[in-house]
């Protein structure tokens, strides 16, 4: 008798571990400022490599204060689009129309990471 038990329940433990898992529904959290920079900037998924500096930054100069922290920034905004290797770090795959993608333009941002930064360690 202890022995069909055991079977039943083997039968049982297989019939469950044999079913397949629901899936878990995550819901993305909105960022309603983010969307409407992203709106407001027109900007598009394309294929140029824009590098997350000068992103931050035209996000920067259309905000100017009350920023969102930049990793917070970024976690959600590469959740709208493709998240890419560029030669100076990480970028997205972008429509370059709406970005400063001159020596100018990229200087400009990466000094604004720097004084980020900067202020940061002080």
Do not use: C
């Not at 990480?90 to 990471?113: N, T």
Request: aromatic content about 14%.
């Amino acid at each position: 008798m202890a022995r069909q038990n055991l079977t039943d329940d083997i039968n049982k433990l297989l019939e469950i571990a044999s079913q397949p898992k629901p899936e878990k529904v995550i819901k993305k959290k909105e960022n309603p400022e983010i969307d409407s920079f992203i709106i407001e900037n027109e900007i598009k998924t394309g294929k140029t490599r824009v590098p997350t500096s000068i992103i931050y930054y035209k996000y920067y100069l259309w905000k100017n204060i009350r920023l969102i922290p930049r990793q917070k920034f970024f976690r959600y905004f590469q959740t709208k689009f493709d998240k890419t290797k560029t030669d100076h770090g990480v970028g997205y795959l972008l429509d370059g129309k709406q970005f400063d993608l001159s020596p100018v333009g990229f200087f400009r941002a990466r000094a604004f990471l720097r004084k980020e930064r900067d202020e940061k360690k002080k």
